[in-house]
């Protein structure tokens, strides 16, 4: 909660939260032509605060190339790399929250392993069971493993709970990554990605009221140009609209995302694109 943007789910908790320094997250879309300057930005003051407070900073934690439900943020890959030579230099952990991104998400099976960058700590979920058990890891390098690994108690991470290790979930773990890591799956990602490019494009050209098209492997996303709050009434409406053809869509607020598994034919993928673009026409008509 601590590390999260301020949001009305943790009201109630403000006072017991300790206190975080947030950066921006430099989103980018498709034909964004400011991108190296936001970059630029971010980093001299990420560049700037280090130099005054690294001693005092436990560890960063990023989302990796993708932000989640914080809007469906792309940033580019040569970004986190800068973001890891500047955090490694100054003996930072890096914590990659790669629950959403992870197990074949951004293209990769990894967002890490996709912008060749290597976090300290790895936090994973989702996928990795995909979505059928709850299932949690986090991985961590072999230097903090070894801090923690001895015969003396006392230096044991002694922080568990009843049900680590559930045998069904890693067994369903396992076989998710069975099929995560056959060829047809793999195909089916690329396949998705493919889609999500060239569909884009068209919404991009056909819509004027559509902007910052973006996507990441199975990751597809872009904004609409009208103000709509998450749970609004104009949210709830289009979502409404898109449930009403079939189509189950989230709306972050104005951010339309899709997040296909990947399993679905590319038949299912195009018509929830004509769903989309039948829709928008309806509404902004
Ligand atoms: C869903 C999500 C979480 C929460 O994961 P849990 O396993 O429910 O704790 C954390 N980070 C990101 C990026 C997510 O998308």
Same mark, same amino acid.
């Given at each position: ?177 069975? *099929? !995560? $890591? &056959?060829?047809?799956?793999? =195909? +089916? /990602? ?9 569909? *884009? !494009? $068209? &919404?991009?050209?056909?819509? =004027? +009221? /559509? ?12 904004? &609409? ?61």
């Amino acid at each position: 909660m601590a590390v999260s943007r301020e949001s009305f789910y943790f009201k109630q908790f403000t006072d017991l939260l300790f206190s975080v320094d947030l950066f921006d997250y430099p989103a980018t879309w498709i034909d964004d032509s400011d991108i190296e300057i936001k970059e630029k930005i971010i980093l001299e003051k990420l560049e700037k605060h280090l130099d005054q407070f690294s001693k005092e900073t436990a560890a960063v934690i990023i989302e990796p190339l993708v932000q989640g439900a914080g809007g469906m943020n792309v940033c580019r890959p040569e970004f986190l790399q800068k973001c890891v030579i500047l955090f490694k230099s100054h003996r930072i952990l890096i914590i990659f929250d790669e629950v959403m991104t992870g197990f074949g998400r951004t293209g990769e099976l990894f967002a890490c392993l996709k912008s060749n960058t290597q976090p300290d700590i790895i936090c994973l979920s989702k996928g990795l069971t995909g979505g059928f058990m709850p299932l949690s890891v986090t991985a961590c390098s072999d230097f903090i493993y070894e801090a923690f690994l001895g015969n003396d108690f006392s230096r044991a991470l002694g922080h568990s709970h009843s049900f680590t290790a559930n045998p069904l979930g890693c067994a369903a773990s396992l076989a998710s990554l069975d *099929l !995560l $890591l &056959l060829p047809e799956t793999q =195909s +089916q /990602i690329k396949m998705i990605e493919k889609i999500h490019k060239e569909e *884009l !494009l $068209l &919404l991009s050209q056909q819509h =004027s +009221q /559509i902007t910052k098209t973006r996507y990441c492997g199975t990751i597809a996303a872009f904004d &609409l140009v009208l103000s709509a709050d998450y749970g609004s009434a104009t949210s709830i409406q289009l979502r409404e609209r898109f449930l009403k053809q079939g189509l189950i869509i989230r709306p972050l607020g104005s951010i339309i995302y899709l997040l296909p598994p990947y399993c679905i034919s590319e038949i299912d993928l195009k018509r929830a694109y004509e769903i989309i673009r039948y829709e928008l026409n309806q509404y902004f008509q």
